[in-house]
């Protein structure tokens, strides 16, 4: 990723209507030159729309996009720069590979030797230099989605939009094809800007992720910031599980939760507010039997349901302090062997303060 002060693409307080619907509201956002960033958020967030925008299909309502220092806000489609792959990959069935490709080019004042050139070499790019003669219709969705992106990249855009290009494919080729596209990417240098609502896509190939809710930005982050340290309950929730308790403020740095309290992370909420106590199944410490003399936020709780999920175990957990909810853990495969954990046993857990976080109930 270049330096953070290498903006490419800078938006600002972007707005789009469809008569009464706001869809985006007052979006701000810069992306770095060479950066991947990734929209993420549930359907009807936005992240499409933005997209849309960016592109000049969907003009802003308000608002200004600034591409490489140059105002493209009101400019159409044609007149941008970029490269575009959407889910339906959108080949022309009637046309070869070859021809596909080569489409976006022949508008270029390229001499036909130069487009043969730059198409086998974008066939090679691609990892499919014997596909050139076939058509569409011939390949796999993995392999038509490759040469949309070849198709995308030919005229060598300072931009590429991918909108969800993967959503449309099976799991072990999305698996695959990512790491391509990121490989890609990197290897390019292309400022790319890619839409999905798959939460482990964006947290794989995103340099940065923004989440959207509503029409509005959520946070914009690192993968890691925005798993490990979420700015609402919403972002909480929506990457990754994680375990919500209905709890009440003790302290700058502790919650109440079912009379008992527990050190957590230093919160701003007054004394007695009602607040949401998360942690994550992975966070979450098992002792076994015997409890640690130095453990703070220790619990004996007693063990529910078990799922065995290939490199973990997901177990429910039971207190009286969580009334009628299960707390949720994932331990390992080793863990649950030394500590001989078992469904109807007691065992004790640790709740890390540094993990324990402290959110309003209003975001929920």
Known sequence: MKPADNVYLSIRNLWKAFGDFLALKDISLDINDGELVCFLGPSGCGKTTLLRAIAGLDLQTRGTVIQDGKDVSNLPPSM????????????????????????????TNRSKPEINARVAELLELVGLPEQGSKYPAQLSGGQQQRIALARAIATSPGLLLLDEPLSALDAKVRVYLRHEIKDLQRKLGVTTVMVTHDQEEALAL???????????????????????????????????????????????????IGGRTLTSRSHSFVKGAGVIAAIRPEDIIPHGKDTPADAANTLTVRMGDMEFLGAFWRCRLQHEIFGEHE?????????????????????????????????????A
Do not use: C, H, W
């Open 80 to 107: 941008r720069d970029f490269g575009i792959v959407f889910q339906s990959y959108a080949l022309f069935p009637n046309l070869t590979i070859e021809k596909n490709i080569a489409f976006g080019l022949e508008n």
């Open 206 to 256: 995103a340099d940065r992720i923004v989440v959207m809710d509503q029409g509005t930005i959520e946070q914009v982050g690192t993968p890691t910031q925005i798993y490990r340290e979420p700015a609402s309950l919403f972002v909480a929730d929506f990457i990754g599980e994680m375990n919500q308790i209905t709890a009440a403020a003790a302290s700058p740095d502790s919650v109440s």
């Open 327 to 363: 707390l949720i853990a994932d331990f390992s495969i080793n863990a649950v062997r030394r500590l001989d954990l078992a469904e109807g046993r007691d065992i004790s857990i640790e709740l890390p303060a540094s993990r324990l976080m402290v959110f309003t109930p209003a975001e």
